[in-house]
């Protein structure tokens, strides 16, 4: 950590403080160099002088001259692995490796990469952390002069003088963490560092993010969305086996496997119905914080069933703070409603498919924007965003193709991309022809609002499995109220998404003609969809989450779940104090 703290202060508190984490290839690469050292060997000799040979009862065979034994040189020991701390110094560290010659004692740190062509040999990251483990050493009463860094790819040694400019910078670098983390103030991001791109926390750091928020200078680099993410796995098959298979998941039904996925491409499993999930893959999940949704097969919620959890305290604790200031609610929840009527207004705007939306409908939008954004209090913003959602599922049935209509001329969003479909009869379309005064949801009533339901219980375990993810507990909110087993913070943080996502998904099955007739079942008045409609919607729900779109304020494309996690990681940002208000995403 002290490493981590003099290459970037902020980079530390994530770590140490936050418990934050990520793997990139670099740390997964360091992993693998250290797979020898890691491995305990050896003991180190007494530090009051003893020596020669068999001193330490393991090591190298020790030297004797001609002259006899008198005369010995010290046997080198090597400790691989040697745990040390001080209560005086306040430190402890694991080294690679010590080698030993009686009292004097060389600390070797390995390193992955290749030995940098730089003043001093190295680094004062590596170099300080180096000092730190001579300190330990001479805490133990040993002599450690100098130290050695062994670069891996280029499999060099550089030599390390522990000079007394480097033990007061490595002293100045442990008392600057220790207080730090008493202060319980994380520091700023650096601005436009080219240390950020490496970084397998800039993704959770958002380092230009946080600094173009702030300043309005210097747009982004696409630091947060570098890698493809991964991605959920859904089983709904009855009788389905998931069992685990080396680093692989595979599903099988009837001892016969029927599809797999590997570990670490897999963000949550979501079992529906009667699915069997073995032991040792329920705990390998659980160890990698991978959640697993239980659904019941009418697609009900069940439970999640999680490892140990986030580690990141502080940012729950700024969560129920924010949640019991009443002001503080007030204005996330405006900006909230206002996002989502934006949104909606884009989207009937984009799929309005006969002639253009109305000049009177664009404005009675505005007014209801307006009226979100000057509310007083919570029972008037219900009631800015129950009239936008009354105009908007009012005029839900001009987004969707006409009777007899070709299929597939709209997308769902109007971004330009455009799905293949089918040519539907008269009497598939009139399936969508209903009145939209108003939506009914438990139960639906219609094949229209079933899949609105059943897309908003989609998008809503998706983010409320990022917000826990991200450290948050996604049942304490601020503008939805908290009740038991409802997902206040995912249900908030996802009304800008419900037009983006969930509506123009159920725009795009429909006008494509994913979903049909054959895919609803009724009984008793509710309307829902059947396994081949879930299985057919899913698709189509996942295609929509791995959509690149361009970012309105950063300017760099991502996938809509990236921009979510993003949104939510934001969210934090503003809950700690880093951005003054939380930046919704509205699409233009």
Known sequence: MINEYVYCPRLAYLEWVQGEWADSADTVEGRQVHRRVDKRSGKPPSPTGAAGKGAAGEGRAGRESEDGPDDAEPERIHVHSLELSSE???LVAKLDLAEFEGQRAVPVDYKRGKRPHVARGAYEPERVQLCVQALLLEEQGYEAPEGVLYFAASRERVKVEFDDELRATTHQ???????????????????????CPRCSLAGIC?????????????????????????????????????????????????????????????????????????????????????????????????????????????????????SFDARHCLQLARDIVAAKIRNQRTLLRRNWKRG?????????FRHDIDAAERAHDLPQLLGAEGNGAARYFRH??????????????????????????????NAESELWRFDFERRTRRPPTDPVNALLSYAYSLLARSVAVTLTAVGFDAYRGFYHQSRYGRPALALDVMEPFRPLVADS????????????????????????????????????????????????????AAQYRQIIEIQCRLLGRHLLGEVDRYPNFTTR
Request: aromatic residues 6%; charged residues 20%.
């Open 396 to 425: 839900f049935n001009e987004m969707l193709s006409a009777p007899g209509q070709a299929q597939g001329e709209g997308d769902g969003d109007g971004d330009g991309q455009r799905s293949g479909g089918r040519n539907a009869n």
């Open 356 to 364: 253009e939306m109305p000049e009177a409908l664009l404005s009675e």
């Open 88 to 90: 005086k110094l306040g």
């Open 173 to 195: 670098a442990a008392a600057g963490l220790r207080l730090m983390s008493m202060g319980g103030t994380m520091p700023l991001p650096l601005e436009n560092s080219p240390k």
């Open 206 to 322: 958002l380092p230009d993010e946080v600094h173009y928020l702030r300043t309005q200078q210097t747009p982004p680099r696409p630091l947060a969305v570098g890698g493809a993410p991964a991605l959920p796995m859904y089983v709904q098959a009855r009788g389905a086996k998931v069992a685990k298979k080396g680093e692989v998941l595979e599903i099988s039904l009837d001892d016969e496997k029927i599809a797999s996925a590997r570990l670490m491409d897999v963000s949550q499993l979501v079992l529906q119905g009667g699915v069997y999930l073995t032991g040792p893959a329920l705990h390998e999940l659980m160890a990698r914080e991978v959640p697993v949704t239980w659904l019941s097969h009418g697609g009900w919620f069940l439970g999640h069933t999680v490892g140990l959890g986030h580690k990141n305290v502080e940012l729950r604790t700024a969560q129920f703070r924010a």
């Open 505 to 556: 998904v159920v725009l795009m099955a429909i006008n494509n003609g994913e979903v049909g007739a054959s895919d609803f079942v009724r009984a008793g008045g509710a309307v829902n969809l059947n396994e081949k409609g879930r299985r057919a919607f899913i698709t189509a729900f996942e295609r929509r989450m791995s959509q690149e779109i361009t970012h309105p304020i950063f300017g760099y």
